[in-house]
């Protein structure tokens, strides 16, 4: 559970490592990423929730797979909220670069950034200070994770790395929900990259710690997304230097350069 007092944000866990989250006030539901039905309708009817709205980030499959099987059970005029230019079942509202997404209930206001990288039109939902929030929320799909950013099948380095910079100059306190448990394979490359970050190190414990029980390693932070995250630190001399290392290139001059290299590493990891 997060530290959010009024709302809870819940993980519902779908496939092998997916989490849908679900922002409810008790009452009211929305539900992101819903790439499975099932788990969904049976939190909802566990918590006894109705769904108000279901907001995508990009047109995986596994992030859009349930949304039809939802809106046969729930109600057929359920707002669907996604990108522009996919083709996304039940989508009913285009959410596009600053624009706002307003819920009634539960009661959320949702600023809309384009983050393309993993895919071309990604979007990520940011809701800030407000009456129910105590700390800033991103919910940022396959984009950001935690320790690690998605694969570019879409996207180029530069895109991701200007993707990366809109998160980064978020709130530090802001909570971070990704859609993926990958923390602990992110964290074994983030070591490759950075073997003497102290930060780095002492977050393997932890999120090994976690994962034993079978607890999330998220939401995750901005600030600690500064400290530990590879990809968000491709301006910092020991990841540019490891970068240099690995491509055994001379000169790599700006952080998407890096970017670059060290997700193409990641790949072959």
């Known amino acids: 559970m997060d530290?959010?007092?009024?709302?809870?944000?819940?993980?519902?866990?779908?496939?092998d490592d997916n989490y849908i989250w679900c922002i409810h006030d008790?009452?009211?539901a929305l539900v992101v990423d819903p790439g499975d039905s099932a788990p969904v309708e049976d939190y909802l009817l566990q918590n006894d929730l109705a769904l108000t709205g279901i907001l995508i980030t990009h047109h995986h499959a596994d992030h859009t797979g349930g949304i039809l099987n939802l809106l046969r059970s729930f109600g057929a005029n359920i707002p669907v909220y996604g990108p522009v230019g996919e083709d996304i079942p039940g989508r009913t509202v285009i959410v596009q670069e600053d624009d706002k997404v307003?819920?009634?209930?539960?009661?959320?206001?949702?600023?809309?950034?384009?983050?393309?990288?993993?895919t071309l039109t990604h979007i990520a939902y940011f809701a800030n200070m407000q009456a129910n929030v105590v700390e800033p929320m991103l919910f940022c799909g396959d984009t950001l994770f935690a320790s690690g950013c998605g694969r570019l099948f879409e996207g180029t380095p530069t895109q991701m790395t200007q993707s990366l910079a809109k998160f980064a100059s978020l709130p530090?306190?802001?909570?971070?929900?990704?859609?993926?448990?990958?923390?602990?394979?992110?964290?074994?490359?983030?070591l490759a990259v950075?073997?003497?970050?102290?930060?780095?190190?002492?977050?393997?414990e932890k999120a090994k710690a976690l994962r034993s029980q079978n607890l999330p390693t998220l939401p995750t932070t901005i600030g600690q997304e500064l400290q530990v995250n590879p990809f968000m630190r491709c301006d910092q001399a020991e990841v540019i230097a490891m970068a240099k290392e690995v491509s055994s290139q001379q000169s790599l001059p700006t952080p998407a350069h890096v970017l670059a290299v060290i997700r193409a590493w990641k790949d072959r990891f």
Do not use: D
């Open 102 to 118: 307003e819920i009634a209930a539960p009661r959320m206001s949702f600023k809309a950034f384009e983050v393309p990288g993993h």
């Open 3 to 15: 530290k959010n007092t009024l709302l809870q944000v819940w993980p519902i866990p779908a496939f």
């Open 194 to 204: 950075e073997p003497n970050n102290l930060n780095l190190i002492s977050w393997s």
């Open 172 to 190: 530090k306190n802001t909570l971070v929900y990704c859609t993926h448990e990958y923390t602990l394979s992110n964290i074994r490359f983030a």
């Open 26 to 28: 008790g009452k009211s």
